[in-house]
């Protein structure tokens, strides 16, 4: 597609709940990121792919938290036993070149988002 | 640890007023510093990026700069329009593959 997809767009989970959420970066990109964005607050970084290789899962905010990307294209953001404060809008972004090296990073492309409520 | 910080966080100007909006981080050390738009309820847009080396990229009526040696970038609006109405956000790249986002600044252009 011509940009980053996102889906589901609105999600409401039980707590306690499993959900996964999905990116389709724009095609041919090699760095994909998700962030967590609370209302009113910047992203906050969660997880980092080059390609299929997971290179920084250092923002993810608990063991509950998983994300793969396994053929280094659309990647899948899994949250477990979904509790309230997981709630907030979860982005994915994209970029043409991967940050190892880095002697050119490229933009970043954003998706809509997945808003994430949990009752 | 880099900290990004913007000032203002709410700013409100009547149509056609120049403004200018700050992004301060902790660390030099960085790769590039990204401008976004956030529209309520959507994703990000990038505006313009500027790599290390840099000193500043135009777009339209848009001008960022930096200097990394004090920490700094600004974005310089020109001629504001009510559709300029956003949240902007700045963003740099440091350390390893982090981007780590202000909190942004609410604009808002009245007609």
């Known amino acids: 597609g011509a940009g980053v997809s996102q889906s589901p767009r609105y999600k409401v989970a039980k707590r306690g709940q499993d959900v996964a959420l999905r990116c389709d970066p724009i095609?041919?990109?090699?760095?994909l990121f998700w962030y967590q964005q609370a209302l009113g607050q910047g992203p906050e970084f969660l997880t980092y792919?080059?390609?299929?290789?997971?290179?920084?899962k250092s923002g993810l905010p608990s063991d509950r938290f998983f994300a793969e990307r396994p053929e280094g294209s659309v990647s899948t953001l899994k949250i477990q036993r979904t509790q309230q404060e997981d709630s907030a809008v979860y982005l994915c972004?994209?970029?043409?070149?991967?940050?190892?090296?880095?002697?050119?990073?490229?933009?970043?492309?954003f998706g809509e988002g997945s808003r994430l409520t949990v009752l | 640890k880099q900290e990004v910080t913007q000032i203002p966080a709410a700013l409100s100007v009547p149509e056609g007023e120049n403004l200018v909006l700050n992004c301060s981080f902790t660390?030099?050390?960085?790769?590039?510093l990204q401008w976004f738009r956030q529209d309520p309820g959507k994703g990000l847009t990038s505006l313009l990026l500027?790599?290390?080396?840099?000193r500043e990229q135009t777009s339209g009526r848009l001008n960022a700069s930096l200097d990394k040696s004090s920490g700094r970038s600004t974005l310089y609006i020109a001629a504001s329009q009510p559709g300029d109405s956003a949240t902007y956000l700045c963003a740099v790249l440091s350390g390893t593959y982090k981007y780590i986002f202000g909190t942004g600044t609410r604009l808002k252009v009245l007609a």
């Open positions: 500027i790599q290390s080396s840099q």
């Open positions: 972004a994209s970029s043409p070149k991967g940050l190892a090296g880095r002697s050119n990073t490229g933009e970043l492309f």
């Open positions: 792919f080059q390609n299929e290789a997971q290179l920084d």
């Open positions: 660390d030099s050390a960085i790769y590039n």
């Open positions: 095609s041919g990109h090699v760095s």
